[in-house]
């Protein structure tokens, strides 16, 4: 089974700065596209930055100039760097694979959640 550990969440003031961590392990075995999602109470899951296997990355339009998405693909692990962090980030952070399984089906998994706030 494929599980995605997210780490980094917490605490900031505004105008600070934040690091997340994803980590995927298990049995996808070709990983397509790795991403952030977030959501606030009473909000809409929205897709805030994602990489491909290639490296081509997507960020919203809210979080651009401001966050960063990488990877390294021998660790199977995304990173979301959160720089110039505003109060309207502040919500549920859920980590996001995608790829083949080992029976070459299309399938998808999502981490536990970290909770990031921004807040004087």
């Known amino acids: 089974q494929v599980q995605l550990v997210e780490s980094g969440g917490g605490l900031v003031r505004p105008g600070g700065s934040l690091s997340l961590s994803c980590a995927s392990s298990?049995?996808?075995?070709?990983?397509?596209?790795m991403g952030w999602f977030r959501q606030a109470p009473g909000k809409k899951r929205e897709l805030v930055a994602s990489?491909?296997?290639?490296?081509?990355?997507s960020l919203a339009d809210s979080v651009k100039g401001r966050f960063t998405i990488s990877r390294d693909i021998a660790k199977n692990t995304v990173y979301l760097q959160m720089n110039s962090l505003k109060p309207e980030d502040t919500a549920v952070y859920y980590c996001?694979?995608?790829?083949?399984?080992?029976?070459?089906?299309?399938?998808?998994?999502w981490g536990q959640g970290t909770q990031v706030t921004v807040s004087s």
């Open positions: 996001h694979a995608d790829g083949y399984g080992s029976g070459s089906n299309w399938v998808d998994y």
């Open positions: 298990g049995s996808i075995f070709s990983i397509v596209t």
């Open positions: 990489i491909t296997r290639s490296g081509s990355t």
